[in-house]
């Protein structure tokens, strides 16, 4: 509940901070919280990848030893979802929507401004390991097209002037 | 028409009576369409399926036209069981259209595999009007090689990565797996012979094999 | 919280909690909805938190601020609604938050500046205003004024009472019978019984006795559609309590809640709204005192389109790449862990509870025949008002789009609606008139109605179908060829790549699309790209493959023309497809401003300060930017 009204009162940063110590931030009490079943291994990646922000050769070997599944098997897993990344990603993330309502309204554009403007193709983190740069297929916003989101925040009728400046902030 | 065939004799045993181009067929109670087809030696083209394996039905080209009643329909042969009364056109014009489409995308896709160029041309497919990407590939992606490893060997030594057309056969990490037994069952499985020049990125290095399935 | 022990102790606590109410006491609700969240409504919400907290309210009842789901007027954001003044405030900001308190909190009146006013007329109260008026909100009863992270504000709005009664007074076969008569279907896509579906794996399970399994599928994929986001933020009890109903009758003690990683907020309200329910005793075991044990789990979508497949949730559920996988045996008969499971939209569930309060009857009387109760769209694109509404079935296209939705904004035309999603299709403005085709209604219907009925089969008929809820509104500016070449795209990229006509075949109709794009082709492979379309129609293996040429089939039937412009002419009439347009600027505007010469990626805008600018065309790359940036709309497409 406490986490609930520290959002509506907008404290992110705390939020964030409660978040992260009720989130195990190593690897053996992610696995403490599953059981031993190839059934988990979904929801151990996902942890994993929110902890670390990528699945290291290490991680996913143990993750393997832990729910019992062949590393193919993993493999298969990890690279057919898109939420997961076996390289490190950007401190922030940039989401381009590009659902059907982005479209019409030039969400391609926004997208193409971002590759120019951070230098790097969608999918791809900044040399600086600053950000990442993607683009998802509509994230329920659509009133608001065309929407981009900057880590956990939404910026709705987006601009590439406006998002020059969320960059900069960042 | 069937129907009352069989009302006025009704069969004494188990099988399904059905028909596969107006020829009057007989199944065993598990048997699909495509493995009476082939019992009653009728031909059914089909790249992915595999005795020895589970029907994936991936491939597509088994496709058939089943009609029952008003219900008409374009199902993998594979994976249909029939039942009584049923239809079964194996050369449709919609059944048509579907195989030379694929014959023709795959031409495409494994530019290189003799078999599939002799296939496609069984079907008047003899060129293609798509982007061809990489002409020295053979492997189309049937699973056939994944599935012989997993069911029949009980290792899993490769499998596919990523998804959609990015979709690669490939083991973890792109490296050689000490999983593999180098039994070559997925050579012999491969329907173009394409995992004969990749077995190398399989299989790794001999010394060091374990033979479990679980060993990284 | 304490533990609810048995029915009448629900009564007694919904009795408490209701008589505990002020009725004078003012409620602010804050739409915290995707929409207006993107709109920075958070930064509302504090601002009211933060007045109440530093007690700056000089009123006698100091207001409960409550974040609320969505309000539905997304396009109106951020929507701030005030009981029982029955006040309805649109595009507030944090800085008008103050005079919200001193005005409407403190002295009672109404800020003027801030209602809804359209064509001169003022509205006060939201259901005076025309978008809200034509609705009939029977799921949506309470998102928006319930505060979803409290189980106490969803009991009072008579949440769990429908539970309570099927569980004192029905049995599982009783259940069962209700949904089937009600005539409900399923709201993912399909449309399929929901009704038959339960009762044959209520039948396999009975056949061959073992654990039964019930999911709601909240992997809400189809751009556009953010109907069943709203129900997870905005009423999360109302799908716990519908799959528990559910799972009651099919004799289940295990449930997945699957919802897609994008929604991060969803997530966040169910595993509060699992937790306040099961330490209420309405989860877990030996529920509400019934001798019924029924648990709940959430799992995350990984992120593929294609877990919206059944079969391919049940891959995922059990941790494997979500490849679907041919049906029959279908998910009834084998489906988690090999085991008879029902698996139903997130809307569908919502709707359980409902009909189990008010009967089959009841339900039946909402909508057409073969089509009954009501539906959620996301109404968006070029109109108006955009935003979420509910609706009977059956509601002609026209009153949805220009009665509900306020028509197209601008001096340009309605030309097409798109439903469905990637699986659906495009249906041209026109076909409200011509299509007239109800065979399914009865005469008096055909009289009253000559528009397209938006349910189930009449959608199908036009080739298209109803699909999730997305309906997104198409005006002259939008060239069908770029959005079919949209939506393959999309799909291309969610297809799993299992089935060869998929794979290959989504890749290689998106080839033809392209070329046409650039102004290529002949008019045969208009024909070619018909029937590679389908041969992707009958050979894919699951209903992704099976629906995806649907956008690209709807546009060539209807739209012809439009292909042929590209091919023949070499002109995209719209004005979209990159290689048949070209930015120019128009001298009589151009105010010599320059911004466009500044932002210009390629540097190929030239000219001299208040001067008149010009675009090399050699160089243009045509990305828009110039477009975008030019305060005074002087570039202009030719």
Known sequence: MALSLLLIYGEKSKMREILMKTRPQDLDSILENYPRRPQHLIGVLQDVQAAFNYISPEHLARICDHVGVPVTQAWSVATFYKSFSLEPRGEHSIKVCLGTTCHLKGGERLAEACERDLGIERGQTTADQRFSLDTVKCVGACAEAPVVMVDEDYLGRASISSLKKEFKRR | ?216 | MKKIKNTAGLQTLRQTLLEAQDPEMPVVRVCLGPGCLALGAEKVARAFKSAVRNKKIKARVQPLIKGTGCHGFCSQGTLVSLSPANLFYVRVKPEDVAEIVATSLEQGRTVERLLYSDNGARYRSAAEIPFYRAQQKIILKNVGIIDPLDINDALMAGGYQSLAKVLTEMSPEEVLKTVEVSGLRGRGGGGFPTGYKWRRAADNARENPGPVYVIANGEEGDPGAFMDRSIMEGDPHKVIEGMIIGAYALGANQGYLFVRHEYPLAIHHFSIALRQARNRGLLGKNILGSGFDFDLQINRGAGAYVCGEETAIIASLEGRAGEPRTRPPYPAQEGLWGRPTVINNVETWANVPHIMEKGADWYTGLGVPHSTGTKIFSLVGKVKNTGLVEVPMGISLGALVEGIGGGVPGQTHFKAVQTGGPSGGIIPYELKEIFTDYHYHPEEFIAAKKEISVDFDSMAQTGSIMGGGGMIVMDDHDCVVDVARYFLRFLEEESCGKCLPCRLGLKGMLEFLNRFARGQGSPEDIDALESLGQALVDGSLCGLGRAAPNPVLTSIRFFRDEYLAHIVDHKCPAGVCRDLISYQIDPETCNGCGLCAQECPEACITGKKKKLFTIGQEACIRCGVCQDVCPVQAVQVA
């Open chain 2, 1 to 216: 028409m069937n129907a009352k065939k069989e009302s006025k004799k009704p069969p004494k045993d188990n099988l399904v009576h059905f028909s596969i181009d107006g020829r009057r067929v007989q199944a065993q109670p598990d048997w699909t369409i495509l493995e009476t087809a082939r019992a009653h030696r009728l031909h059914i083209p089909t790249l992915c399926f595999h005795p020895a394996i589970h029907p994936w039905g991936s491939c597509r080209l088994c496709v058939v036209e089943t009609r029952l009643n008003d219900k008409v329909e374009v199902t993998a042969s594979c994976l249909t069981k029939p039942v009584a009364g049923l239809e079964v056109l194996t050369h449709s014009s919609r059944v048509m259209n579907v195989r030379r489409w694929v014959l023709e995308m795959l031409l495409a896709e494994c530019p290189a595999s003799r078999e599939i160029k002799e296939l496609a041309a069984q079907y008047g497919v003899t060129s293609t009007r798509f982007a061809i990407l990489d002409p020295e590939e053979e492997c189309l992606k049937c699973g056939r090689c994944v599935a012989v490893c997993h069911e029949v060997v009980g290792v899993q030594a490769l499998t596919f990565g990523s998804r959609g057309v990015a979709k690669k056969l490939e083991t973890p990490y792109r490296v050689p797996n000490n999983a593999c037994i180098g039994c070559g069952c997925c050579v012999s499985v491969c329907p173009t012979g394409a995992l004969q020049a990749r077995l190398d990125t399989v299989r790794g290095d001999l010394s060091r094999r374990t033979g479990h399935g679980f060993a990284h």
